[in-house]
């Protein structure tokens, strides 16, 4: 389950009721999938052939489906991060900096993973949303935020978008101290 560290008051928010209602108040659509649907042999793979892309998709279809329903995507993919993909540094000096999207940028963790930092109302202020399998997270369209790794380095995520041509940043000029 997600756990979010609000930055400005070091507060620690755990559970998936208290995650899912802070993220709420912060217009940040959080839900969770069942990772026990994901074959065994995927839950721990980084490096991944497109076959198996296609599995993990296959898997969560009914998932994916009934969000890209609810909030109007038309295409989803899959990414995949680890020491081994090539030019990882340069990619994740794109997801590192803040910005924003003309759409939501929405993950579903399938493994591994990761940290959205998300800037939240005036007086929440930047916060970390600590996102493991089956960890499904929406940053609402507009809203300042980044992406990173957490220190083991891997994730692969079901993507989905509104625009064909996927993952588009538009730099936010703010400073958050990592």
Do not use: C
């Not at 008051?9 to 995650?19: L, S, W």
């Not at 994916?64 to 990414?79: M, N």
């Not at 493994?111 to 202020?125: L, N």
Request: aromatic residues 8%; hydrophobic residues 40%; without cysteine.
């Amino acid at each position: 389950m997600a756990v979010i560290k609000v930055r400005n008051t070091k507060e620690v928010i755990e559970g998936h009721d208290n995650v899912l209602s802070f993220l709420e108040k912060q217009g940040v659509l959080y839900e969770h999938w069942d990772v026990n649907k994901l074959p065994a042999a995927l839950k721990d793979k980084f490096v991944l052939t497109d076959q198996e892309k296609e599995e993990i998709l296959t898997t969560y279809k009914e998932e994916i489906e009934d969000l890209a329903e609810r909030r109007g995507y038309k295409t989803w993919d899959i990414v995949a991060l680890s020491d081994a993909t090539p030019n990882l540094e340069d990619l994740l000096k794109k997801f590192e900096q803040v910005h924003t999207h003309t759409e939501d940028e929405v993950r579903a963790i399938t493994a591994g993973h990761g940290i959205f930092i998300i800037k939240g109302d005036e007086e929440t202020g930047y916060f970390d949303v600590e996102l493991e399998a089956g960890d499904v997270i929406s940053v609402p369209e507009g809203n300042p935020h980044f992406f990173t790794l957490m220190d083991d380095r891997q994730v692969v995520a079901v993507r989905l978008f509104i625009e064909t041509e996927g993952w588009v940043a538009h730099p936010y000029q703010e400073e958050v101290n990592k």
